[in-house]
């Protein structure tokens, strides 16, 4: 029971980055497609996932004045096996993220929550707690990501990443003019403000 | 493989030692719980919380400036592992509420029409908002929306109402005006606080010496909420009932009324709400900080001394107080005549002041029977010497000390209030033209006198004394002898016959603006007396500035009162301060030494918390009808009904003269309305038109 | 010279690292509420971005590339900014105490503030020499402070200004950000 209320509630209650304003960066950033979206939740569920496990392991050793640094290079290591898998697997999408996927290290959500919650609790809610998280955060990623390249590009592009299963679907047939506002920065920006703000009023309707 | 395992490994021993010794050659100390607070936050330094990373969110929070939930990435478990390490501090704060201070709202004239955001401060970005006055409240809600409790509604003035019920004392009203109109303040910071330039002040509050909120007195009357009229007076002053009666009330002096018919009687107002809480017969709680440990002695129960004491109760701290008479309240007792302050009454006062929990030792002289050296052995960390003035100035008169029936006002007041008869014969002769003269003019006659004679060298224009005084003294049969300065004494075997006086005339003004008496040659006359009082003047008995080592240390100026600091009352021992006649001015009336009490309770709390005594550059210092703020005492008033103010019940002049029953009455109830009523609630600018209510 | 003028301009304007790269977001949409404190941030990165650009450069360019470490960039550049933006703090608050006043709090910040790690990163990538690393280092750090102070002033307005109840907060900072992105696109014609 306790697991699965700390892996749900990623999924809703603190969801980032809408109700946790954290990782801003990689949202905007990556979120063009729906394939980068997707990619770049997985690489970060895999860092949240590990460094939320090992600092819970090591918790009780790590000394609290330069835990942050500890924490830091813990989340480094992860994040330096992402890249080089990433690397050598999916060489596209590797492109496409770019600089983002080194700079997982410095995403709040990954330090905050080993701070927050992989320093005070157990291995398995630790692990728990990393998946949910980080699925909240990859799902938000796709929801921005899709909305995005849907208006922006009148598609959808899936590719699951280690496999070669990939496809483009074509939304709205040949007349459909790109609106590419939305994939360029000021539609990431405004797109994710227009998200946030449809978070509230679904949180106040389910309130009254 | 080998290579890179070497690498990281040299580069972390290499940044570990930099920062090591960085840490230990550049420290610098601060507050350890910063750190505490610091090690709770999640240091993700996000930057979400809106403060500069959790270092700074952790300076913020214990410097009071941030809430225990400060953070929002870290959640409940952070917030209260915060609140945990801040838990003493903050069950320790004293409760703070929200106050308006503007009173102009609709009245108050505007310079525009304002059509805009319905928002103070976007209505503050056009030339500071569209009232004349610069400081007004400006009436859009801004403070009443953002108020997350409830304790705010707008009034029908145009002007917000604070609830204290609902109030948590956030501070969010404050932050929001762009005005600054709305204080959030304890209520011991409202004892600390003295008028500034800066404050929304009436002319009259400017002008009382113990600054008293007058205006929001006399609003609570005219709404009939009495005792909270009684505990705004009592925030300023402890005795209500005493200068209800004998204050010369120079804020009535200021009454912006007169410019339409006659001042508001403001100090009769004081006096009906103070018998009304007399009359219940128990005395208003009044709330009392919590204990500081701190221990105070205060040498004098005069009126600044007990002044002090009780405010010094209110901020928390232990106070006794040292008496040398065997009653207290000083010259309130001792100088002041039955008949203008009952010793009953009196005494009531000074219980209500005690039950806050004051010591007093009575009997006991400063120098004589205990000294500095016995106090500070006694654990008692600051002293305030509040020993008034008690000596009476010389004549200049030949023989004046050895003469039977010649003899110093004050002493002459003092056996009366110590019930020592006062042997007087037929005619007596007061020299002086204050209120000291006068109470022993008026004295003389209770006392069986046929005929008494006040002697003063200037006119009636020129003297200090209260013009009611003078007025009452007048109708008792005193005869009043101007222009005239004692010459000589003339005796017989010792004891006075007669006065001898030179008739004056005035010469040209001299440095204080009043014209200067010059002797006309030959006119001596002969003036045949029983007993002569001298009134001229009083000064303090610093004798026991020579009684030991410690205490020398103490200066004293050229008047023979305490050298000391003018706003902080600090004498030149640190731990040590005057307050009352002892303090640099001298000599002055009983409202300025329970301000000077006050000033000197500010010093001695600040010092006790390392704070600086010194006042902000825009304090207020008004001395008579000098020093207000530039633009609040307007000459003219519109919309106002002609009244006049009510009359003063006073005893039949025909009866009192035989009798030592209080002379001046109570007003009723019916009138001290009517009176309130004529009040105009004055601020900076702006005031209350009858004519306008009458319309609305 | 033109060369690095050019430089300046796009890392200023056109492809402004908070506006057009996207990085840094946090602090843009944390610290930008007050304008003091926007100003104190914007010199604070200005100093750091600067002085890590420059360095974690020399340690890649003398250090991991030629012996063959290049996959632990990553790692030491973290380590390198983190050690240095501590260090920084320690010395001015000693040293410098005005400066620090100023700057100080802002300091601990900007540790995982990701436009100092992505222009460090961005700088050995593109292959920079030392002169370019240090011109692009410092114009995009100019160019996140400008962003950031328009922002406050823009912040600060709207404090005064009727939200609608569900866009209150950081819903319209995001929106701002994004006519204020718009606003720099229109310098991309300019080189």
């Known amino acids: 029971m306790g697991l699965v209320r700390e892996f749900t509630k990623g999924l809703w209650d603190e969801i980032p980055p809408f109700r946790l304003v954290l990782g801003l960066c990689p949202t905007l950033a990556v979120t063009k497609t729906l394939k980068d979206g997707l990619g770049m939740g997985l ?105 995005r390249e849907a208006l922006g590009c009148g598609t959808l592009s899936l590719k699951i990443p280690f496999t070669d299963i990939s496809h483009v679907y074509n939304l709205f047939g040949p007349s459909f003019k790109p609106f590419a506002f939305m994939v360029s920065a000021p539609g990431a920006f405004i797109c994710l403000g227009m998200l946030l703000c449809l978070m509230n009023i679904i949180g106040n309707l389910k309130k009254s | ?67 225990p939930d400060v953070c929002i990435a870290g959640g409940n478990d952070v917030a209260q ?42 209505l503050a970005l056009l030339y500071r908002g569209d009232k004349e006055c610069e400081k007004a409240c400006l009436g859009l809600g801004t403070c009443f929306r953002n108020c997350k409790f409830g304790a705010i509604t707008m009034g029908t003035q145009g002007l917000p109402i604070f609830h204290s019920e609902f109030c948590t004392g956030c501070g969010k009203c404050e932050e929001v005006c762009p005005n600054g109109t709305i204080k959030v303040q304890r209520s011991t910071e409202r004892i600390l606080e003295f008028n500034t330039y800066s404050d929304r002040l009436a002319p009259c509050q400017q002008t009382c010496p113990a600054e008293i909120d007058i205006p929001k007195y006399i609003d609570h009357i005219k709404n009939g909420r009495y005792e909270q009229a009684v505990l705004t007076i009592k925030e300023r002053n402890p005795f209500i009932l005493s200068c209800g009666r004998v204050c010369p009330h120079p804020c009535e002096e200021m009454c912006r009324r007169t410019l339409g018919d006659d001042p508001v009687s403001i100090n009769q107002l004081k006096r009906f709400v103070a018998d009304y809480e007399m009359n219940t017969g128990r005395h208003l709680q009044i709330p009392i900080g919590s204990d500081t440990g701190h221990k105070i002695a205060v040498i004098g129960a005069g009126p600044a001394g007990l002044s002090s004491a009780y405010f010094l109760r209110r901020l928390g701290h232990s106070v006794t107080i040292y008496e040398m008479q065997p009653k207290l309240g000083g010259m309130l007792y001792y100088g002041i005549p039955e008949y203008r302050l009952p010793k009953k009454i009196l005494g009531w006062e000074i219980q209500g002041i005690l039950d806050l929990g004051i010591d007093v030792r009575t009997n006991v002289k400063f120098g004589v029977d205990f000294d500095l050296e016995s106090l500070v052995a006694s654990g008692y960390e600051a002293v305030i010497l509040a020993v008034g003035a008690w000596k009476y100035s010389s004549a200049r008169l030949d023989r004046e000390d050895e003469t039977i029936g010649v003899e110093g006002g004050t002493i002459y007041l003092e056996r009366q209030g110590l019930g020592i008869p006062n042997p007087i014969g037929k005619t007596v002769g007061v020299i002086g033209g204050g209120n000291t003269a006068m109470d022993a003019a008026r004295s003389s006659v209770r006392l069986g006198a046929e005929k008494v004679y006040i002697i003063y060298r200037r006119t009636e224009k020129e003297m200090p ?76 008995d610093l004798s026991f500035v020579d009684s030991n080592r410690r205490i020398s240390g103490v200066e004293k100026t050229k008047w023979n009162s305490i050298k000391c600091d003018e706003d902080t009352n600090q004498t030149s021992i640190p731990y040590v301060f005057a307050a009352g006649d002892a303090f640099i001015d001298g000599p002055g009336i009983a409202v300025e030494a329970i301000g ?67 002379v001046d009455l109570t007003i009723s109830e019916e009138e001290a309305l009517k009176e309130a009523n004529r009040c105009m609630n004055c601020c900076l600018t702006c005031y209350d038109k009858d004519a306008k209510k009458v319309n609305a | 010279m033109s060369d690095y003028l050019l430089m300046a301009i796009s890392a200023i304007f056109i492809n402004n690292i908070l506006l057009a790269q996207y990085l840094g977001n946090c602090p843009f949409l944390g610290v930008s509420k007050k304008m003091d404190t926007a100003t104190g941030m ?52 000693k040293m410098v105490p005005a400066l620090y006043a100023g700057l100080g709090i802002f300091l601990p910040l900007i540790t995982t503030n990701c436009a100092v790690f992505g222009v460090a990163v961005i700088n050995v990538r593109e292959g920079f020499n030392f002169m370019e690393a240090l011109v692009f280092s410092f114009t995009s750090a100019v160019g996140f402070a400008l962003a950031l102070v328009l922002m406050a002033g823009l912040r600060e307005r709207m404090a005064t200004a009727r939200i609608p109840q569900v866009l209150e907060g950081t819903a319209i900072g995001l929106v701002t950000a994004g006519f204020m992105s718009l606003a720099f696109l229109g310098f991309m014609g300019m080189v």
């Not at chain 1, 590990?50 to 480094?76: E, M």
């Not at chain 2, 007048?474 to 075997?493: H, Q, R, T």
């Not at chain 2, 030179?502 to 007396?529: A, F, H, Q, V, Y």
Request: contains cysteine; proline residues 4%; charged residues 20%.
């Open chain 2, 81 to 122: 592992a915060v609140a945990a390490v801040m838990g003493m501090v903050v069950e320790m704060a004293e409760p703070q509420f929200a106050l308006q201070t503007c009173a102009g709202g609709i009245r108050a004239e505007t310079k525009f029409n304002y059509l805009g955001i319905n928002d103070c401060r976007a």
């Open chain 3, 42 to 93: 914007g010199m604070a990165v200005i100093f750091v971005l600067t002085l890590a650009g420059v360095i974690t450069w020399i340690i890649d360019v003398y250090l991991l590339c030629p012996m063959d470490l290049v996959y632990l960039r990553t790692i030491v550049f973290i380590l390198v900014i983190a050690a240095l933006v501590q260090f920084v703090e320690i010395f001015l608050k």
């Open chain 2, 465 to 540: 004394a209260n013009p009611e005084e003078i007025e009452a003294a007048k109708e008792e049969g005193i005869e009043f002898l101007f222009l005239a300065a004692p010459n000589n004494i003339i005796d017989k075997d010792g004891r006075l016959t007669h006065l001898e006086y030179l008739k004056m005339k005035l010469g040209e003004p001299d440095d204080s603006g009043r014209r200067r008496p010059i002797p006309i040659e030959g006119s001596e006359t002969r003036l045949p007396l029983d007993n002569l009082v001298l009134a001229i003047g009083q000064y303090s």
């Open chain 1, 43 to 147: 690489a970060v569920i895999f860092v949240l996932l590990c460094s939320n496990v090992l600092i819970s392991i090591l918790r009780n050793i790590i000394p609290p004045k330069v835990r942050i640094a500890c924490y830091i290079v813990v989340i480094a290591t992860f994040v330096v096996i992402v890249e080089l898998v990433m690397q050598a697997f999916t060489y596209e999408l590797y492109q496409d993220l770019g600089i983002f996927i080194p700079l997982i290290v410095v995403n709040c959500i990954v330090l905050g929550r080993a701070e927050a919650f992989a320093s005070k609790n157990g291995v398995l809610a630790s692990a728990a707690d990393g998946l949910g998280i980080g699925v909240g955060f990859t799902l938000s990623l796709t929801v921005l990501g899709s909305i």
């Open chain 2, 1 to 67: 493989m080998l290579s890179a395992l070497l690498f990281l490994l040299a580069l972390g021993v290499i940044s570990g030692i930099l920062l090591g010794i960085a840490s230990k050659a550049f420290y610098v100390y601060e507050d350890p719980r910063i750190e505490q607070v610091e090690n709770c936050l999640p240091g993700a330094n996000c930057g979400g919380c809106g403060y500069a990373g959790c270092g700074a969110a952790a300076g913020a929070v214990v410097g009071g400036k941030a809430e």
């Open chain 2, 596 to 662: 000077n009490g006050r000033q000197a309770a500010r010093s001695i709390h600040l010092l006790f918390s390392d704070e600086s005594m010194k006042f902000s550059k825009d304090k207020l210092r008004v001395k008579g009808n000098k020093g207000h703020i530039p633009g609040t005492i307007f000459d003219k008033i519109e919309g106002i009904d002609k009244k006049g103010r009510i009359s003063l019940p006073q005893m039949d002049p025909k009866v009192r003269i035989h009798s030592v029953d209080e």
